[in-house]
């Protein structure tokens, strides 16, 4: 096996580590996307307090899911301007 080959068959078997988040479906009034609040607590550089910071993101979704159900998100290539994660499963459905 040459030295080329042996590159070729490691960039081949490489794969990426894809990025998976749990966030709450805020709004579904697109086709085909929702848009998911990932809420995560930091502690203050000064004061020490724990804080909410949150992040919204647009993730494609094949199958319709409901405001408030909890999901898991992951990251994809770039679907579209804004869309560059996908939802994987359902975690929790939205309380009735």
Do not use: F
């Not at 030295?3 to 960039?11: K, N, P, Y």
């Not at 550089?45 to 998100?73: F, M, Q, W």
Request: hydrophobic share 35%; glycine share 4%.
């Amino acid at each position: 096996m040459t030295t080329t080959q042996a590159t070729a068959d490691a960039s081949a078997t490489k794969t990426a580590v894809k990025r998976t988040l749990v966030g709450r479906v805020v709004s579904n009034k697109m086709q085909k996307t929702v848009t998911v609040l990932i809420e995560r607590r930091v502690k203050h550089p000064v004061y020490g307090k724990y804080i909410v910071r949150s992040t919204r993101c647009h993730a494609h979704a094949e199958t319709p899911y409901n405001e408030g159900d909890l999901v898991e998100i992951q990251e994809c290539r770039p679907v579209s301007r804004t869309k560059a994660w996908k939802v994987t499963r359902l975690v929790t459905p939205a309380a009735a």
